[in-house]
Nanobody, 124 residues
Framework: QVQLVESGGGLVQAGGSLRLSCVASGRTYRRYALGWFRQAPGEEREFVAAISWGGTTDYVDSVKGRFTISRDNAKNTVYLQMNSLKPGDTAVYYC??????????????????WGQGTQVTVSS
């Protein structure tokens, strides 16, 4: 059974940092892109960052220069280092795979096995 388990969220003051982790079990994501999405209350889930199998990265404009995505292919794990956090970053963060980074960015991207996510709350 495919399972993605996110962790590392918490409550932090504006300007602080958190590091999220996502471990995949049930299968390996060799050659897949892995990415992070987030969903704030009352809003749609949105793309945050993605990383290819080879390490190419992509970010939504609002987090560029503050967030860094990385992956450990041997551990089937993807990370999101979040620095200079803002109250607008408050959301539940989820990880997900895609066949390509372009597919993950697409408005038609669909994933049916979302995990429970990890809550990130940034206080002002």
């Amino acid at each position: 059974q495919v399972q993605l388990v996110e962790s590392g969220g918490g409550l932090v003051q504006a300007g602080g940092s958190l590091r999220l982790s996502c471990v995949a079990s049930g299968r390996t994501y060799r050659r897949y892109a892995l990415g992070w999405f987030r969903q704030a209350p009352g809003e749609e889930r949105e793309f945050v960052a993605a990383i290819s199998w080879g390490g190419t990265t992509d970010y939504v404009d609002s987090v560029k220069g503050r967030f860094t995505i990385s992956r450990d292919n041997a551990k089937n794990t993807v990370y999101l280092q979040m620095n200079s956090l803002k109250p607008g970053d408050t959301a539940v963060y989820y990880c997900a795979p895609a066949s390509t980074m372009a597919a993950m960015r697409s408005s038609s991207y669909r994933y049916d096995y979302w995990g429970q996510g990890t809550q990130v709350t940034v206080s002002s």
